[in-house]
């Protein structure tokens, strides 16, 4: 604890006596600062024991008494030291009535006192609360550290927790929370979420100082007072701390959060290298299970990665949305971040939490595959992604199918197919279900086929157009039925001689015969692809009857 005037009085070779302010003996002193002007508020900081001999001041008069003290009060000064016989034989009454008044302590300094000796005492007190803040700093970093080192991250929590009498959270990459302890302090540092996201979006390392009454909190109704630190070497950030406290931290307890920060960037920073280390191991991993080799894997993979390949996982393909870093950053991401990059954080966030193993494999910065758990946290998690557009997210994935290590090359291809579909669509996720449970035709459905599909068959419907026959409806017609005539024949209700007819001025017009399956296959899926926009009517003054009778 710092030194207090009931200290100061207690020391013996000072000789101190109060004469007024018994009740404030307890106010904390910051220094001791001596003057003799008629108004030293403006060279005064607040927590200062003033020291003076009245040399300029009228201290008899109580008008003049009565406005010092009040200023001194106003500027948080700890309290007035005035020295007898060296003025005035005695404290003037006039100044003991101008601090009673305010409640502003007021010592008598004996004449044998020099306020050197006062100064010194007062700097000796804080050296030595310093010292002892310092020498408890230590001792709770190297408890912190054991705690980090033997039980994790979790157990380093209680312990801070407990050594600022407040609670602690640990926040991941993404803004979730990891731990807190005590336990009902994550339902309060859940609510912090968006101060540390507005956190995150600044460069490491930042602070930041939230207040607020937390009525609803288990701890009692009271305000506390949270700190919030980021925590990263780097301009990303890789997680945050949080502390609450009843009051502003002291010197010891600020030690202990520092310690805690630095604890806790060494293990983000370390983890990151062990990530590195766990990518190049799971790129083997996933180069053996391409290549056929799963029972290689499974060995390479031991128990890292063993259990994934035990049970149905799907394979994950991404892509920055522009192929390039320059794109914007998703919500929440600084505009340093990489699309790629917030996704592999976001990735591991959730399967830490979910408590499942997955094998991430960048490929550059562009691109990343992810084999994930099947029905699993991480592939659930994707459903958000599904809700955005591409340029939004950032990112494009393909997911596959659920596979097992046998069939990995195949799904692989599957998610390349998806990832594919989800570029040309500007859709932020594209499952293969998707592909392998609908039809092919909106696989088509871009402005290129669009287009090759109008000019195949411009110049039947510009025949229609005129009056001359229904060879588009016709076409569609006996297409749809294998080219069996009469039953295509009863279906547009002519005769089948007429729909001979009318398939030979097919051919003649589009110059390609109808005997070839390729043509008919890319007429079928031009009429498909059209189909939406529907077949250009006969002007209205021409009837099917008038039609036949021109054929």
Request: no cysteine; net charge negative.
């Given at each position: 604890?710092?030194?207090?005037?009931?200290?100061?009085?207690?020391?013996?070779?000072?000789?101190?006596?109060?004469?007024?302010?018994?009740?404030?003996?307890?106010?904390?002193?910051?220094?001791?600062?001596?003057?003799?002007?008629?108004?030293?508020?403006?060279?005064?900081?607040?927590?200062?024991?003033?020291?003076?001999?009245?040399?300029?001041?009228?201290?008899?008069?109580?008008?003049?008494?009565?406005?010092?003290?009040?200023?001194?009060?106003?500027?948080?000064?700890?309290?007035?030291?005035?020295?007898?016989?060296?003025?005035?034989?005695?404290?003037?009454?006039?100044?003991?009535?101008?601090?009673?008044?305010?409640?502003?302590?007021?010592?008598?300094?004996?004449?044998?006192?020099?306020?050197?000796?006062?100064?010194?005492?007062?700097?000796?007190?804080?050296?030595?609360?310093?010292?002892?803040?310092?020498?408890?700093?230590?001792?709770?970093?190297?408890?912190?550290?054991?705690?980090?080192?033997?039980?994790?991250?979790?157990?380093?929590?209680?312990?801070?927790?407990?050594?600022?009498?407040?609670?602690?959270?640990?926040?991941?990459?993404?803004?979730?929370?990891?731990?807190?302890?005590?336990?009902?302090?994550?339902?309060?540092?859940?609510?912090?979420?968006?101060?540390?996201?507005?956190?995150?979006e600044r460069p490491a390392p930042a602070s930041?100082?939230?207040?607020?009454?937390?009525?609803?909190?288990?701890?009692?109704?009271?305000?506390?007072?949270?700190?919030?630190?980021?925590?990263?070497?780097?301009?990303?950030?890789?997680?945050?701390?949080?502390?609450?406290?009843?009051?502003?931290?002291?010197?010891?307890?600020?030690?202990?959060?520092?310690?805690?920060?630095?604890?806790?960037?060494?293990?983000?920073?370390?983890?990151?290298?062990?990530?590195?280390?766990?990518?190049?191991?799971?790129?083997?991993?996933?180069?053996?299970?391409?290549?056929?080799?799963?029972?290689?894997?499974?060995?390479?993979?031991?128990?890292?990665?063993?259990?994934?390949?035990?049970?149905?996982?799907?394979?994950?393909?991404?892509?920055?949305?522009?192929?390039?870093?320059?794109?914007?950053?998703?919500?929440?991401?600084?505009?340093?971040?990489?699309?790629?990059?917030?996704?592999?954080?976001?990735?591991?966030?959730?399967?830490?939490?979910?408590?499942?193993?997955?094998?991430?494999?960048?490929?550059?910065?562009?691109?990343?595959?992810?084999?994930?758990?099947?029905?699993?946290?991480?592939?659930?998690?994707?459903?958000?992604?599904?809700?955005?557009?591409?340029?939004?997210?950032?990112?494009?994935?393909?997911?596959?199918?659920?596979?097992?290590?046998?069939?990995?090359?195949?799904?692989?291809?599957?998610?390349?197919?998806?990832?594919?579909?989800?570029?040309?669509?500007?859709?932020?996720?594209?499952?293969?279900?998707?592909?392998?449970?609908?039809?092919?035709?909106?696989?088509?459905?871009?402005?290129?086929?669009?287009?090759?599909?109008?000019?195949?068959?411009?110049?039947?419907?510009?025949?229609?157009?005129?009056?001359?026959?229904?060879?588009?409806?016709?076409?569609?017609?006996?297409?749809?039925?294998?080219?069996?005539?009469?039953?295509?024949?009863?279906?547009?209700?002519?005769?089948?001689?007429t729909l001979r007819y009318r398939m030979r001025?097919?051919?003649?017009?589009?110059?390609?015969?109808?005997?070839?399956?390729?043509?008919?296959?890319?007429?079928?899926?031009?009429?498909?692809?059209?189909?939406?926009?529907?077949?250009?009517?006969?002007?209205?003054?021409?009837?099917?009857?008038?039609?036949e009778q021109r054929q």
């Amino acid at each position: 604890m710092p030194p207090t005037l009931a200290s100061l009085v207690q020391h013996s070779a000072l000789h101190l006596t109060v004469r007024a302010g018994e009740d404030r003996l307890s106010t904390p002193v910051r220094w001791v600062h001596a003057s003799e002007l008629a108004d030293p508020v403006p060279y005064m900081e607040g927590g200062e024991l003033l020291l003076i001999t009245a040399t300029t001041l009228d201290a008899a008069d109580p008008g003049a008494m009565r406005q010092y003290v009040r200023r001194l009060a106003d500027a948080g000064v700890a309290g007035l030291g005035f020295a007898v016989g060296v003025n005035y034989e005695d404290v003037p009454e006039a100044l003991v009535g101008a601090a009673r008044e305010v409640g502003l302590p007021l010592l008598a300094v004996p004449r044998r006192t020099p306020f050197l000796a006062i100064s010194k005492a007062v700097s000796a007190a804080l050296a030595a609360d310093q010292y002892r803040a310092v020498t408890a700093g230590f001792e709770v970093q190297r408890e912190l550290t054991r705690a980090a080192l033997s039980e994790g991250p979790a157990a380093l929590l209680e312990r801070l927790a407990a050594h600022v009498n407040g609670w602690a959270a640990l926040y991941d990459a993404s803004g979730a929370v990891v731990a807190a302890a005590p336990e009902w302090a994550a339902r309060r540092a859940a609510r912090l979420t968006a101060e540390v996201e507005r956190l995150r979006e600044r460069p490491a390392p930042a602070s930041a100082v939230v207040g607020g009454a937390d009525a609803g909190d288990a701890a009692g109704d009271a305000e506390d007072r949270v700190e919030l630190q980021s925590l990263g070497t780097g301009r990303r950030v890789r997680g945050a701390l949080a502390v609450g406290t009843g009051a502003a931290l002291g010197t010891a307890e600020r030690y202990a959060v520092h310690s805690a920060v630095a604890l806790l960037t060494l293990t983000t920073e370390r983890s990151r290298a062990l990530q590195a280390a766990e990518q190049r191991l799971g790129a083997a991993v996933l180069r053996m299970l391409l290549s056929g080799q799963p029972d290689h894997a499974r060995t390479v993979a031991g128990e890292l990665y063993g259990g994934l390949l035990d049970a149905p996982f799907r394979l994950l393909i991404a892509e920055s949305a522009a192929g390039t870093g320059g794109v914007a950053a998703p919500h929440g991401a600084t505009d340093t971040d990489h699309p790629i990059q917030v996704l592999t954080d976001a990735i591991e966030a959730v399967a830490s939490r979910g408590g499942e193993a997955v094998l991430l494999v960048p490929d550059g910065e562009d691109r990343l595959a992810v084999v994930s758990p099947d029905a699993g946290a991480v592939v659930a998690s994707m459903a958000r992604y599904a809700l955005l557009e591409a340029e939004v997210a950032g990112v494009v994935i393909g997911l596959s199918a659920p596979t097992g290590p046998i069939a990995t090359a195949g799904a692989y291809k599957q998610a390349e197919q998806a990832l594919s579909v989800a570029r040309r669509r500007g859709r932020a996720l594209v499952e293969h279900e998707e592909l392998a449970a609908g039809s092919i035709l909106p696989l088509l459905a871009d402005d290129a086929v669009r287009a090759f599909a109008e000019g195949m068959l411009r110049a039947l419907r510009d025949h229609d157009a005129k009056g001359r026959g229904d060879l588009v409806a016709s076409l569609r017609a006996w297409l749809s039925r294998h080219g069996q005539w009469d039953a295509a024949a009863a279906d547009l209700g002519v005769h089948r001689h007429t729909l001979r007819y009318r398939m030979r001025r097919v051919e003649e017009i589009l110059g390609r015969s109808l005997d070839d399956p390729d043509v008919r296959m890319e007429l079928w899926l031009a009429l498909k692809t059209t189909a939406a926009s529907g077949p250009t009517p006969p002007p209205a003054s021409v009837t099917p009857e008038t039609r036949e009778q021109r054929q």
